[in-house]
């Protein structure tokens, strides 16, 4: 979902459940896609990418998916762990000339012992 | 480097003062972006260096905001006559190239405008 001003949208859950965070996108045109995760006081660290030729991709106790019909992006964690607390931002390229990615405002997760 | 780096981590200035921020880039990366975060915000793109090509700025806010790219590595933005709403963490990524989007990240600058 998208964040309003100061406030970015929580998703609580149980260590050791599995999360699931969803991300809309905005431009049909956009072939890449990439999960980053952000710790306080941090930078962005890269978690996973697909491409668009791709609707599933998994990595570490993740798994992205992507359903381009209605620009949807999820990234799933499995088994939850506290250090898994962050906010996660999804980006596309835009599929521009740009070389830029393009930053959703993030889903905050926090993991409850 | 190990990992893209950027100085200061904290800097904190008076309204209508310039400020330097400093990224340095992992050694080998060609391509070299500028972000700002806004408190519980998203990034925002700011500007992109491509190797010797022209830099896209399409993302500065307005003509207080430069940055340059020396020898195709540590790059400087500057922000000059700083506004209040210029506090944000200023983050520096860079990646192998413009067809490759994997960005890496430094830590960031935190900018207080009192």
């Known amino acids: 979902g998208e964040s309003v001003g100061l406030h970015l949208p929580t998703l609580s859950v149980q260590e050791g459940d599995n999360s699931i965070i969803n991300c809309a996108y905005s431009?049909?045109?956009?072939?890449?896609f990439i999960w980053y995760k952000q710790e306080s006081g941090k930078g962005p660290q890269f978690i996973i990418d697909?491409?668009?030729?791709?609707d599933k991709r998994q990595g570490q106790r993740v798994t992205v998916l992507l359903n381009k019909t209605v620009k949807h992006l999820s990234l799933q964690i499995a088994a939850t762990q506290p250090g898994d607390s962050a906010v996660y931002f999804c980006?596309?390229?835009?599929?521009?000339?740009?070389?830029?990615?393009?930053f959703g405002k993030g889903t905050k997760l926090s993991v409850k012992p | 480097g190990a990992g893209v780096s950027q100085s200061p981590s904290n800097k904190v200035t008076e309204k209508g003062k310039d400020v330097e921020l400093r990224c340095d880039p992992i050694?080998?990366?060609?391509?070299l972006y500028w972000y700002r975060q806004s408190l519980g915000q998203g990034l925002e793109f700011l500007i992109y260096?491509?190797?010797?090509?022209?830099?896209?700025k399409s993302g500065l806010p307005s003509d207080r905001f430069s940055a340059e790219r020396t020898g195709g590595s540590v790059s400087t933005l500057t922000i000059q006559r700083t506004q209040q709403e210029d506090s944000a963490v200023y983050l520096c990524?860079?990646?192998?190239?413009?067809?490759?989007?994997?960005?890496?990240f430094g830590s960031g600058t935190q900018l207080s405008v009192l």
């Open positions: 431009n049909s045109a956009s072939d890449y």
């Open positions: 260096f491509q190797g010797n090509s022209a830099p896209d």
């Open positions: 697909i491409r668009s030729n791709m």
């Open positions: 980006a596309e390229n835009g599929g521009g000339s740009q070389g830029n990615l393009i």
């Open positions: 050694s080998g990366h060609t391509a």
């Open positions: 990524a860079s990646s192998l190239g413009s067809g490759e989007k994997k960005l890496f």
